[in-house]
């Protein structure tokens, strides 16, 4: 297919059936869908493999369970990816949060219980609430629900109901809240109970990046850049992703906790995708689509990392990592690698992301959203670097070695399963950043 869709620029359709004229049951295969399915497909192989030494090493219950979902929930993010149209990408949207959710609830504990049922009542409510509605009156003014890259709200209805175009994408945007942007946002740190590798799952390869995803469908195929414009609500959504940004990067820097950090540094980094969208210019949006493929890698290195750390180190909290790169060093030195990815610093791929952002920033002429992205790559920093920091040029602390050695399996060993996976992702890092080209050319032809 990828022959056919990103150098022949065809679009590869199938309709299954016809619910009501306009709305249908179809598939896609466009360049878009085409990227996030590849990228999902690719990373899931990762995250399995990675799950096979995690899940072995901590005794996991329920394992038959927790893969049957697991690879059902990449076939809904497929399914999302190569939707034909808003019905068909809402029916796996929703799909996908129903078979997550014993993934999160995974161990069964108090805590997990309440973190699932955090998770399965943000993201239902939202869809239920703001989702259905938008497509019920995206059909009554449209007559449509097919993607289309001009959108499809004819011009008559553009001059008539601006307010109510408005309404409607207002709706979507908080309606996806997979994508975490605030004030929906709350579920993700929440989710964190869940196993390390479906803490993976959730922030890189399915379903923040599906909330994204969906959030880019709308913007650029139902509504279109001139219509996003010509009702102002691209000015409403650059609001909206840049405060995301900035106060998620500032409450990343107040938590301990690893994994907590890293899931308010993903809420930051999945507002840069949207906001790349929503900038409108043909660099921030080339910026915005390629970083849904440079933060999963990144960002599921960073989670293989923290897994690794819990598994073979048995520590959580940042405050216990000092002397641990040497103890280590390839977990470590990955971690690296997709800190440099997130702060934006090159070869790594996070740099290729925010020099497109860069650009379209100022192509916009806006200084407001310039600032947002430097401002954003020093809290980048300053929640990321100390970690490196304490991990290499720290020894670790008298209080924590004997807490280490305590344990039943003090020596601190790498485990193959999970050492492989994370190590390739972090090199797949570095490459996006070195050889940017055929991510860029996808996402060139999506905005064409």
Request: proline residues 4%.
């Amino acid at each position: 297919m990828i022959p056919t869709v990103v150098y022949d620029h065809q679009i590869i359709e199938y309709s299954l059936f016809n619910l009501l004229p306009g709305i249908e049951i179809g598939f896609r295969v466009d360049a878009f869908g085409l990227l996030f399915a590849m990228g999902a497909s690719i990373l899931w192989i990762a995250t399995s493999f990675y799950s096979i030494g995690y899940m072995r090493s901590t005794n996991e219950n329920s394992q038959t369970r927790y893969y049957t979902c697991f690879a059902v929930s990449l076939s809904m993010t497929i399914g999302v990816a190569f939707s034909a149209n808003l019905f068909t990408m809402f029916l796996f949207y929703e799909g996908l949060t129903l078979i997550t959710y014993p993934l999160v609830a995974h161990k069964e504990t108090t805590e997990a219980k309440k973190g699932a049922r955090k998770y399965v009542i943000y993201l239902l409510g939202t869809a239920k609430a703001f989702i259905v509605a938008g497509i019920i009156l995206t059909y009554n003014l449209a007559g449509t629900l097919e993607f289309s890259k001009s959108g499809i709200f004819p011009t008559l209805v553009q001059s008539a109901h601006p307010n109510l175009l408005y309404l409607i994408f207002t709706l979507f945007l908080f309606g996806f809240a997979k994508c975490a942007i605030m004030p929906f946002h709350s579920w993700l740190p929440a989710a964190m109970v869940a196993p390390t590798p479906v803490s993976a799952l959730l922030h890189a390869v399915a379903v923040v990046k599906t909330g994204v995803f969906t959030v880019l469908r709308v913007v650029l195929f139902i509504f279109g850049a001139d219509l996003m414009m010509k009702i102002g609500v691209d000015i409403f959504a650059i609001t909206f992703a840049s405060l995301t940004i900035i106060i998620a990067s500032l409450m990343a820097l107040s938590r301990d906790n690893l994994k907590a950090r890293l899931a308010f540094s993903t809420i930051s980094q999945l507002s840069y995708i949207i906001l790349g969208a929503v900038l409108l210019t043909p660099s921030a949006m080339i910026g915005g689509i390629i970083h849904i493929t440079n933060h999963a890698f990144s960002k599921i290195t960073l989670f293989f990392c923290a897994g690794s750390i819990y598994v073979s180190a048995h520590k959580t909290e940042i405050s216990q990592l000092n002397g641990i790169g040497k103890k280590m060093p390839w977990t470590m030195a990955a971690f690296t690698i997709a800190t440099l990815s997130m702060i934006g610093v090159p070869p790594a791929s996070g740099f290729i992301t925010k020099w497109y952002l860069v650009i379209g920033s100022l192509e916009r002429h806006s200084m407001a959203v310039l600032a947002v992205l430097l401002a954003s790559s020093f809290l980048n920093a300053a929640y990321f670097v100390p970690i490196v920091y304490k991990a290499f040029f720290k020894t670790e602390d008298s209080e924590t070695t004997k807490k280490v050695k305590s344990h039943e399996n003090a020596v601190i060993k790498e485990i193959p399963f999970m050492v492989v996976p994370l190590t390739l992702t972090a090199i797949v890092s570095i490459v996006l950043g070195l050889y940017p080209d055929f991510i860029v050319k996808i996402a060139e032809s999506v905005i064409r």
